[in-house]
């Protein structure tokens, strides 16, 4: 802890550069003092963490930790290639992680395994001191949620929900336009997870978007661990990218909350019709039957009267798409369709195509570092959340998206659970604030540092 006493007091002057300095923000110059970053967890989303912060001189990689020896030789390679020293490793068994929590040399951590480590691992790094990102969704049961309230309360320590959408470019742009008023007053909003899944979450074993009807043990990367979600809970089990985003613009845990959520759910039927028509009528996986619903839409009331539908639709045919809709009294935005109306501002009932009015607003952010951020991955708001996460942390401040957050949009999974189980009888969500909600003060998005 002193060490990191130290860090922080150090880098206080380099802090106070960061928002006159745009080479200093991104780490494009050598900072004196760097952030030691260990990252538990490097799949394949953990190693674009690696990338990413491989491309930053104010950040030195200190430690990896993975129980897949193939993903740990990847990461020392890649590190290698780009100069660093070579990180300390940590891959005995699921729990060595706690050995690289235990070292001096970590001041921050990436945590990006599957979902039933992430509470458990986050609150540990808490505990141990370290300012902590975790992948989403964050939290699987509501007990979890409020573990990562009392741990961050608890210790003091930040945690960070890595939501990249929050960070999209149509996203910050629309939420410039919600800031200046250009929706009216917030009404109504949809969102989602509506990704065809099905090739993720069953694989041959050996590539992971490869053809092959296997999971669990004989799959590889994400059908090893998500696809037992799909075939024991019946729940939207991936909220975050989509209500993250709405979150934001409405406000949540600072001037409004979720108050209740109804959820319904359709019959499963996509899982097994690929495993059939992939691997057969005969193939033992074609006797499963998944829990999942193929739909699963959810609608969440907010103190402030706005409605948001979130839906969840992972094991159909359908391209992708997030299916926001941010909806107030003057006009609407809807990004099926990349359509924009503004009463009064748009030809009476014509949509506008959206392009001109998201390039209007383009976001501080994206005007001053889109280009460099396009190579990040995930169109470059991979490259925001990053950035985002290790300018807090240099600064040890509470992050843009932080454990009540966390909380408040991963208790989506065991509410929307529980309410299909009851016949979408409508669910409370907790107040994981405990009433500071009401005087919390939304955080200034509009900044063009981080
Ligand atoms: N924000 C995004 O856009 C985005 C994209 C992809 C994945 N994700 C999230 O990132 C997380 C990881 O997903 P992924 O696609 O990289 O999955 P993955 O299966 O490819 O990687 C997970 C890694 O964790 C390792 N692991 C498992 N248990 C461990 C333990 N106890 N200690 C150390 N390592 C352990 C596995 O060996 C594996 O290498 C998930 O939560 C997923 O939802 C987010």
Redesign the pocket.
Known sequence: MNSRRDFIKKTAVVGAGITISPSLTFGTSNSPEKLKVGL?????????HVNNLLLRKDVLITAI????PK?IALNIDLIKKYGQPKPNV??K?????RNLLALKDVDAVLI????L??TR?AKDAMKAGKYAGV???AANTMEECWDLVNTHEQTGTHMMI????NYRRDILAVLNMVKQNVFGELMHFRCGYQHDLRFVKLNDGKT?YGKGVEFGEKG???S???TQHSLLRNADV?PT?GVGPIAVMTDINRGNRFVTLTSHATKSRGLHNYIVDNGGEDHPNANLKFKMGDVITSTIETANGETIIVTHDTSLPRPYSLGFRVQGTKGLWEVDGNRIYIEGKSESHRWDNADDWLKKYDHPLWVKYGEHAMGAG?GG??FF?INAFVESAKQNIAPPLDAYDAAAWSAITPLSELSIENNGTPQDFPDFTRGNWIKRKPLDWMKDTY
């Open positions: 538990i967890g490097v799949g394949l989303r953990g190693t674009n930790c993975d129980v897949d993903r940590f891959d068994n699921d729990y060595d992680y990006s395994t599957p979902w480590w992430h691992m992948e989403v969704s890595l939501e990249n959408v992971a590889i990367s994400e090893k661990w998500r991936y990218h995930h708001m991979d959340v």
